[in-house]
């Protein structure tokens, strides 16, 4: 599957990299150009045990790649994986502002976009806040309807740092909040070498 990962950082990082490994094709996206130049470097813009040779090696063999443009991202993505950060805040709320921002640059190139394709946020979320903030972006930016132009589900991870990659390849199990059975199914195809139950909810 060709797979867009935004957001560079250490879920995005390890997810990339983990799904090159296994045979999928996965072109990462961050608006920091430089952890983009790591990755086409074939190195690690993070410090975790075995990440810089699972790049180096999805580099090499073409598995892959990583840009600043979004838009060139969507246009080649069966999947868009949602990886950035919401850091919390003082009063105990998340931080919400980029993943925002990546929701309506995909949304604005899905406008364009003919092929249909399943957006799975892996950020850490609160309750409600796909079906009322993150869905009507999209929807709007797109000019397309959730569900019926594009998918959506939410797709957590259980990733430590230390032990990313064992945790990437032996969750408890896998979780995808599934908008429709059309959207979690995609997902469900990212980890189809990987036996743990999955819950489709």
Known sequence: MNVAVFGLGYVGCVTAACLARNG???????VN???VQNILSGESPIIEPGLSTLIQNGVSSGALTA???AATAVECADLALVCVGTPSQQDGSLATQYLERVCRDIGKALRNK???MVIAVRSTLL???APT????LLEQEADKKAGRDFGFCVNPEFLREGSAISDFDSPPYTVIGQLDEKSGERVAQ???NIDVPVYQL
């Open 24 to 30: 999928h094709y996965v072109i990462g996206v961050d």
């Open 33 to 35: 150009a430089e952890k």
């Open 67 to 69: 840009t600043c443009d």
């Open 114 to 116: 003919q092929q249909y």
């Open 127 to 129: 309750p409600g806040t």
């Open 133 to 136: 903030s993150l869905i009507p």
């Open 190 to 192: 990212l980890y189809t």
